[in-house]
T-cell receptor, first 115, second 113 residues
Framework: NAGVTQTPKFQVLKTGQSMTLQCAQDMNHNSMYWYRQDPGMGLRLIYYSASEGTTDKGEVPNGYNVSRLNKREFSLRLESAAPSQTSVYFC??????????????FGPGTRLTVT | DAKTTQPTSMDCAEGRAANLPCNHS???????VYWYRQIHSQGPQYIIH???NNETNEMASLIITEDRKSSTLILPHATLRDTAVYYCIVRVRPYSSASKIIFGSGTRLSIRP
């Protein structure tokens, strides 16, 4: 199993450009998440999806949109990129139905620079 | 979710036990203590979690005080690969819906040769 995969690994955008970050998981998890991590900081939750067809805002949703395309895929879109969105973006998945334990599995990250 | 307090940084000699403290004095009775770590440039990795009993797995041990106001993550024989930022998180364990993890700043652990 690949776990959680993210594309692209690196991206440079100009201010005002748009792009979509892709995330997929092959663990049949119900829930998926998007975080951003600024240099020297902890992770902050942007959006999450409890299950297919639902999405909810996290701590820092402004400037982003998400789509839960199906159970496997959860994409993050920047409609008009700004330098303040320069960050590393992590996707994660989890399955709250596993009552014996609970953890989130993270992808390798997408490093985004907006100039 | 309860707030946690961790030291900003620590260091430990390779081969020794690394003990990472976490204070969570406002923890509620139904909140668990979780530990994650993030090795440079990688996504966070789950380590261990517990409610009130001490827990051990192949990666680490978790010691929770009797009043549950603090805990310690123990890496029994630290190696250079354990150099990472360690996050202590307190939260309710979810059963039926997605539950957010609120990451703080964590403890930057450096293992010296």
């Amino acid at each position: 199993n690949a776990g959680v995969t993210q594309t692209p690994k690196f991206q440079v955008l100009k201010t005002g450009q748009s792009m979509t970050l892709q995330c997929a998981q092959d663990m049949n998890h119900n829930s998926m998440y998007w975080y951003r991590q600024d240099p020297g900081m902890g992770l902050r939750l942007i959006y999450y999806s409890a299950s297919e067809g639902t999405t909810d805002k996290g701590e820092v949703p402004n400037g982003y949109n998400v789509s839960r395309l199906n159970k496997r895929e959860f994409s993050l879109r920047l409609e008009s990129a700004a330098p303040s969105q320069t960050s590393v973006y992590f996707c994660a998945s989890s399955d709250p139905g596993q009552v014996s334990s609970y953890e989130q599995y993270f992808g390798p990250g997408t490093r985004l620079t907006v100039t | 979710d309860a707030k946690t307090t961790q030291p900003t940084s620590m260091d430990c000699a390779e081969g020794r036990a690394a003990n990472l403290p976490c204070n969570h004095s406002t923890i509620s009775g139904n909140e668990y203590v979780y530990w994650y770590r993030q090795i440079h440039s990688q996504g966070p990795q789950y380590i261990i979690h517990g409610l009130k009993n001490n827990e051990t797995n192949e990666m680490a041990s978790l010691i929770i005080t009797e009043d549950r106001k603090s805990s310690t993550l123990i890496l029994p024989h630290a190696t250079l690969r354990d150099t990472a930022v360690y996050y202590c998180i307190v939260r309710v364990r979810p059963y039926s819906s997605a539950s957010k993890i609120i990451f703080g700043s964590g403890t930057r652990l450096s293992i010296r040769p």
